[in-house]
């Protein structure tokens, strides 16, 4: 993805973006058409996993941003009985960040899908695999340092890092390998899904080392910027959507 991709507003970089990241939960207060009424205008859409496709499509079309994205464990769409993938086109207008690392106006993000493995269902992951998704990604990120500086601004997740955000039961255990990911690359920001919050005393913000660690569950508000096109970006603010008691 590039600075040219910039929601219609011309080429030209911009030193301050406006993300708004959701995951799990289809909001009522998202879902209706006085969204840009109260929501301010957004840069770019990041999901985080486990929102069907129609929920999605309504976000690009009515705020007009472009959309990166990760699949849960839960897809909604069909899949293919051999390879286990999506059909292609299920979640039209979106770029889907697995395994991959791409760049809109200066913000560099990859992505990890899935979860743990609890009923050998679509987008589930051993420990192995999920650590395999994420070092393949390295090379690009190494280069990344040689040429801008930095190897990753947002790293878009659905399981959380282990023991951080994440429940003892199997299929909402973090994956232990997105640890070690992000201390040696350090993005400014992992956003993640998966872990629902029904307790409004549940933390949905931890600091890693250099990485804040962000459950964006139902949606959060961010604004980044940054000093110069070679300095790294920076969270100067941030809403989080409220705790919902739907199951």
């Not at 973090?174 to 040696?184: V, Y």
């Not at 998966?194 to 990485?211: A, F, I, M, Q, V």
């Not at 569950?217 to 604004?223: C, P, R, S």
């Amino acid at each position: 993805m590039s600075a040219q991709q910039n929601n219609g507003k011309g080429s030209q970089r911009s030193e301050t973006l406006r993300v708004l990241a959701v995951a799990d939960l289809v909001e009522p207060q998202l879902y209706n058409s006085s969204i840009t009424k109260w929501l301010p205008p957004i840069d770019l859409l990041i999901s985080c996993g486990d929102l069907p496709p129609g929920y999605l499509d309504f976000l690009v079309s009515n705020l007009n941003a472009p959309l990166v994205h990760v699949l849960g464990n839960h897809c909604y769409v069909s899949h293919d009985s051999i390879s286990g993938k999506c059909a292609p086109g299920s979640y039209p207008g979106a770029h889907n960040l697995h395994g991959e690392v791409a760049e809109y106006s200066g913000l560099i993000l990859a992505g990890v899908e899935g979860s743990p493995i609890y009923n050998n269902g679509p987008h589930q992951y051993s420990e192995q695999h999920a650590a395999w998704n994420m070092w393949r990604m390295a090379p690009k990120l190494l280069l990344n340092k040689m040429n801008v500086g930095r190897y990753l601004d947002v790293l878009v997740t659905h399981t959380p890092p282990r023991g951080i955000h994440d429940n003892e039961d199997l299929a909402h255990k973090g994956f232990a390998s997105l640890l070690p990911f992000i201390e040696r690359f350090k993005p400014t920001l992992l956003l993640h899904g998966h872990t629902h919050r029904y307790n409004p005393l549940l933390p949905t913000r931890t600091k890693h080392g250099e990485t804040e660690i962000i459950n964006a569950y139902g949606h959060v508000l961010l604004e980044l910027t940054r000093d110069n096109v070679r300095t790294g970006w920076r969270v100067v603010s941030s809403q989080q959507g409220e705790v919902s008691n739907a199951k």
